[in-house]
């Protein structure tokens, strides 16, 4: 699977902390990596830390709880801590400084700031503690032992997809108006979700087949500090003032998560005008319930479940000493280091296929009857 081509890249300017790779089929159980800071394995009943940012969406909130059942069903004591809902990233750093001095063998992080913990890492490190990057990955630091996400370029260009897909069932042959946001700036995720909807978008705005009606198509144009929903609806909210008058048709706005797209939703009903085609992400309550009434497009599904409980067999073969299961080596460079990685397909999801996609969750599955 190609995980980024030249034009995305371009899109968006930074992607370079990202290299171009292909995941090959011999990527497997730990191939290409000498990370981990426990060769020897430790003791079952171990100290693991877990550092969550902050509780910004249902998603967050589930993985707190998941890693602390599961981890403890499976021997080990479990540390999981939230950063406060502020926008500096100290409260982490305290946090897995004080995993590091209680002797967590493993650190699961799920980072505040991609780029400011190189610190904490290295501290881990230098304990023998073994570092794992949760969902986000962790920038600039050459002691980042593994990573684990769903796949999350692949996400970008599900989105970009969708947004198309979805604009065509209502105006088969365009042009199409659009508007593009992207999550919060000091989110690593941020750059390869708008870099990966870039590169199913871009040709289509270099042929004029789509037109961004603000004009604000650079990524510090369109990004949302803190993945807020009220930034997001106040941008949503000046750009139809400023943009979409007279009669004017939006005909899509490219959301890179649910809590955005609720809030771009809310934006639009509250001036009078017509939904959109409006993506998302994470399969949120209040967003499948919104995909079936017609309103939001679509979400992606990223089970959580299946993220934690991966990450959880990873700390159980790095007690027995071993290696965890990659699958890719290749396509996640963090600036100093490709860092050997565990990607989970993720699904779109839309009306038409929601009872399909959610059958095995038993929260969601209800909403699709």
């Known amino acids: 699977m190609r995980r980024f081509i030249p034009r995305a890249i371009a899109a968006i300017g930074a992607v370079a902390l990202l290299t171009v790779g292909t995941a090959c089929s011999n990527d497997r159980e730990g191939s290409g990596s000498d990370s981990g800071g426990n060769a020897k394995g430790f003791a079952k009943d171990a100290l693991v830390g877990v550092a969550l940012p902050a509780k910004t969406s249902e998603n967050w909130v589930l993985a707190g709880d998941l890693f602390t059942h599961d981890l403890k069903t499976a021997g080990f004591k479990a540390d999981v801590a939230y950063a406060g809902a502020s926008t500096t990233v100290a409260d982490q750093q305290e946090q897995i400084s004080s995993m590091v001095t209680k002797g967590a063998k493993v650190i699961v992080i799920g980072a505040t700031d991609a780029s400011q913990l190189s610190t904490q890492v290295a501290q881990a490190k230098q304990a023998g503690a073994t570092v794992i990057a949760y969902d986000r990955l962790i920038t600039n630091t050459p002691d980042l032992d593994y990573y684990i996400a769903f796949d999350n370029y692949k996400v970008g260009r599900l989105q970009g997809q969708a947004l198309l897909d979805g604009m065509k069932t209502k105006k088969p042959q365009g042009p199409w108006t659009i508007e593009l946001f992207s999550g919060s700036p000091d989110d690593n995720n941020s750059k390869v979700f708008f870099g990966g909807a870039m590169s199913v978008l871009q040709p289509l705005i270099d042929k004029g087949d789509i037109v961004i009606g603000s004009g604000q198509k650079d990524i510090k144009q369109t990004a949302i500090q803190g993945w807020k929903a009220e930034n997001a609806q106040q941008r949503m909210d000046s750009l139809l003032t400023s943009t979409y008058t007279g009669g004017k048709t939006l005909d899509g ?40 009434a017609g309103e939001q497009y679509s979400t992606i599904n990223k089970d959580t479940r299946k993220l934690v409980a991966q990450t959880v067999e990873m700390v159980k ?53």
């Open 317 to 369: 073969a790095l007690q027995k000493g071993g290696k965890p299961q990659i699958n890719d080596t290749r396509s996640y460079n963090n600036g100093v280091k490709v860092v050997p990685s565990y990607l989970l397909p993720p699904v779109i999801v839309t009306k038409e296929n929601a009872a399909e996609a959610y059958a095995s969750d038993p929260k969601l599955a209800p909403l699709t009857k």
């Open 253 to 292: 706005v490219l959301s890179p998560n649910d809590t955005l797209a609720r809030a771009i939703i809310t934006s639009v009903k509250s001036a009078g005008k017509p939904v959109p085609i409006v993506t998302g992400q994470d399969s949120e309550v209040e967003s499948v319930k919104s995909i079936m």
